[in-house]
């Protein structure tokens, strides 16, 4: 791809993930080599990672964006303390460290990685480079396909739930259920946009659906473990049909969504909407209830979201 292009591609991709149309995969832990990382996702690809490791004053981070398994852009920017030139102007023998005067570095390298290699290094938005530093270049490049196998355990975790034997329904004392059904809850908000992902799912799993007979899809249990995740979650109005209060209950979201994949993809699309719409409402509520079944003891996951109401 010419730099036109490749730029053109950057920013068709900033503006999916401006409108949440990309999957956001996030690892709970922090990356080996770049931080706190999120990979965003296309029809099942990785098109863009992004990392930020920070520090007490200063931080750096890493944009990489993919198409078909190849990089073909890498942004690198580094904000540091400028702590040398802190400590001349404030010694540490006469004053007390106030962040507030600190001054920065802000340099920024901007990496296309096209037939040859495009290369500029900027300091406040003045480009004062365009001589390769290779030794940058392969470290982010290892550094990205690194960060790419840690997303893939995470995505790995969501996939699991086509294994699943048992979903939880009553315990007292222990956690039933299949161990892979909770080892995805436990992702919290890092999967949950995978499991949104997941709701048009119709791969039969071999776990049964107790009183309403048949057997769970992936759809059925990635949406099970976010309404574990996030309490409260409105499935009938998401699903647009009632509650069948008078009659099986719960049945009517059975009989909806086994009545037609298009039924599925509707409701997988208005779940999506609605957690975009809320998102920024969730809080963590440390807690033991359970919402999709009836179990007692300590919850595997510590808590649940809830939509914050002011």
């Not at 398994?69 to 540091?80: A, G, N, P, S």
């Not at 409260?232 to 009632?242: A, K, Q, S, Y």
Request: glycine letters at 6%; a neutral charge.
């Amino acid at each position: 791809m010419t730099e036109r292009e490749i730029e053109k591609y950057a920013k068709a991709i900033d503006k999916l993930v401006v409108e949440n149309k990309v999957v956001r995969v996030s690892l709970p832990s922090m990356s080996g080599c770049g931080g706190a990382l999120d990979g965003y996702y296309l029809n099942k690809s990785l098109v863009l990672v992004q990392a930020v490791f920070s520090g007490e004053l200063g931080f750096f981070s890493q944009r990489i964006y993919v198409q078909h398994d190849q990089f073909l852009k890498l942004i690198y920017r580094e904000h540091f303390a400028e702590w040398e030139k802190y400590y001349e102007k404030y010694p540490a023998e006469k004053y007390e460290l106030d962040s507030a005067k600190m001054t920065y570095t802000d340099t920024v390298y901007s990496i296309s990685l096209t037939t040859s290699t495009l290369f500029r290094k900027s300091a406040s938005q003045t480009i004062i480079s365009r001589k390769p530093n290779q030794k940058l270049i392969d470290r982010m490049v290892n550094c990205g396909k690194s960060m790419k196998l840690e997303l893939q355990e995470v995505i790995a975790q969501v996939d699991s739930l086509k294994y699943i034997k048992e979903l939880p329904y009553s315990c007292e004392d222990a956690i039933c259920g299949d161990q892979l059904y909770w080892e995805a809850i436990k992702l919290r908000d890092n999967g949950i946009e995978l499991l949104i992902d997941k709701l048009d799912d119709s791969t039969l799993t071999s776990a049964n659906v107790v009183l309403f007979g048949g057997n769970y899809t992936v759809a059925d249990i990635a949406y099970s473990a976010l309404t574990e995740i996030i309490h409260d979650i409105p499935t009938f109005e998401l699903l647009g049909v009632p509650f069948d209060k008078p009659g099986c209950g719960y049945c009517a979201y059975w009989n909806h969504v086994r009545k037609s994949d298009a039924n599925r993809q509707k409701f997988k699309e208005a779940v999506r909407a609605w957690y975009h719409q809320n998102k920024r409402q969730l809080v963590w509520v440390e807690s033991n209830n359970f919402a999709t079944c009836d179990c007692g003891g300590k919850h595997p996951n510590g808590g649940h979201y809830k939509i914050n109401k002011r």
